[in-house]
């Protein structure tokens, strides 16, 4: 049997005493003394008891009021320990059945800047939106739970042979309706989710804990390789803790032996459709696991202080990639390389990266530096102010990232020197369809038209945000919809086909009496 769902609450009633002692009986003194008057017993009986039905009737209800141990309201939604009893239960069950279960874990992608749109409580609120959504593509036997601040876990009742055709069909399902906008106090949120998921007959082991567990690794495999993705669980997949882990011991050698390498996204200019730049993103070669992207690189880059070093390297290769496209009938333009917190603060950055460009005779304006969120909120740092400003003075263009996710003032982005802004993926999702996003992507272009910045809006994914972006006079996109990251060797390939593309468009004539 598996316990209450709900655990260490105490459920209680408001009440208000006795019916007969109810001030509202009152009322009805005067006519069961009359009855008795006019009519005897009887109608004072019949009076009496009409009284007490109706009072009855009308009497307040226990509200049952969920209370943890110090006091505070409990979520409707089962939490981690719970979810891990109904999935034992359910796999007791199928076993004794002889039939199939399965766990699936839906995840919100960037759940930290989706909760810095709203306050605690609204959060809060927001999952149980989110939940509510899960909940009503699930059957009615089917259990949920909130596993973690921003995942949820679906428990599936035993059933027939489930597949994995059954189980993809379904995780589809679940995203369409989580990444529908939401209304939080008046205000439209977007989000995308991901999905894991694990098959019973697949899990390590077929208990509770396990299955969860299977499912949870394959939720952190999904949330790696980007937003939007699904994937299944796979018995040689491993523990992301545990993986990461063992990363973090062998990222030294990988970066040095150059196992770390430079990708390359496209970005695409909305008003011509050329390609306008390409971003540098580091992506580790490693024989044993695959392509390991940012989620894997940049917290084991963190725990061995790493961030300059790997700056360095992609610096390094970007200028490679310059001179391979230099020798190409049309290159991309310029290349955005990503600067963290630990690269800025250091005094000398800015002197080391005029020796580089000295050193490879690059020109400082074919790279643009991209300041993520953790950055500009650092902007009153005299150290760092000075790297950016020297930096824009050499001729590297500036762009600030995560635009409207944080607080930052006008003049510190004047004093940055920044070309460009770039619009956060969360203001891009459904912005083809949602009206209050039009409006807020809107008001950014607007906002840096008036400073005279151009735009970029990053995690484009369907040709529906592009086209609407490009509507909504925003100046260059990047995304799954214009290209994924691509090594080096293929950039030129790629190139060569988008521009044969748009070469073979037709183009109106617009000269007079055509």
């Known amino acids: 049997m598996v316990k209450s769902a709900w655990k260490g609450k105490k459920t209680g009633a408001k009440r208000k005493g006795p019916i007969l002692l109810r001030r509202e009986m009152v009322a009805f003194l005067p006519a069961v ?19 007490l039905i109706v009072a009855w009737m009308s009497r307040p209800l226990a509200i049952p009021e969920e209370i943890e141990e110090d006091g505070s309201a409990l979520r409707a939604l089962p939490q981690r320990a719970d979810a891990e009893e109904m999935m034992q239960a359910a796999a007791q069950d199928a076993q004794a059945a002889g039939k199939g279960t399965a766990c699936l874990v839906i995840g919100i992608d960037d759940p930290a800047a989706v909760s810095r749109q709203m306050s605690r409580a609204e959060f809060e609120d927001f999952q149980q939106a989110v939940g509510a959504r899960i909940r009503g593509v699930l059957r009615n036997t089917d259990r949920i739970a909130l596993i973690d601040n921003a995942r949820h876990a679906a428990i599936l009742a035993p059933t027939h042979r489930p597949d994995l055709e059954g189980m993809i069909q379904l995780a589809g399902r679940l995203q369409q309706a989580c990444d529908a906008p939401y209304s939080v106090n008046g205000r439209s949120v977007n989000i995308t989710s991901h999905v894991g998921f694990c098959l019973m007959t697949r899990a390590p082991e077929p208990t509770g804990p396990a299955i969860l567990s299977a499912a949870e690794t394959a939720a952190e495999e999904a949330a790696r390789h980007g937003p939007g993705c699904i994937r299944a669980y796979a018995p040689d997949a491993r523990p992301f803790a545990r993986t990461q882990g063992k990363l973090d011991s062998e990222i030294t050698p990988a970066l040095e032996d150059g196992r770390i390498v430079a990708y390359f996204q496209p970005q695409i200019s909305t008003d011509t459709g050329t390609i306008s730049g390409m971003q540098a993103v580091p992506r580790w070669l490693d024989r044993d696991r695959g392509i390991l992207g940012e989620a894997e690189i940049l917290p084991a880059i963190t725990a061995n202080g790493l961030q300059g070093r790997l700056a360095e390297v992609m610096l390094f290769q970007c200028f490679g990639a310059l001179r391979e496209w230099d020798k190409l009938p049309a290159g991309p333009g310029l290349v955005s390389l990503p600067i963290g917190l630990d690269h800025v603060t250091d005094p000398k950055m800015s002197d080391r990266l005029k020796w580089e460009f000295d050193r490879f005779d690059m020109a400082p304006q074919r790279v643009c530096l991209v300041l993520h969120r953790e950055v500009t909120a650092r902007l009153d740092d005299e150290v760092v102010m000075r790297n950016i400003a020297h930096c824009a003075k050499m001729g590297c263009r500036i762009e600030l990232a995560g635009f409207g996710t ?42 840096a038209a008036g400073l005279g910045l151009e735009t970029l809006a990053e995690g484009v994914a369907t040709i529906g945000e592009h086209a609407m972006l490009a509507q909504l006079g925003c100046h260059h996109v990047q995304g799954k919809a214009i290209s994924a990251p691509l090594p080096l060797d293929e950039c030129a390939g790629w190139m060569g086909r988008h521009d044969a593309r748009l070469a073979s468009i037709p183009r109106p004539d617009l000269r007079r009496g055509a």
């Open 406 to 447: 944080g607080p930052i003032s006008v003049s510190a982005i004047r004093r940055t020197g920044a070309e460009r802004i770039r619009i956060h993926r969360s203001f891009v999702t459904n912005v083809e369809r949602d009206p209050e996003q039009q409006r807020l992507v809107s008001a950014i272009i607007s906002f």
């Open 33 to 51: 003394s009359l009855a008795g008057l006019w009519f005897g017993l009887e109608g004072m009986t019949l009076v009496g008891v009409t009284a």
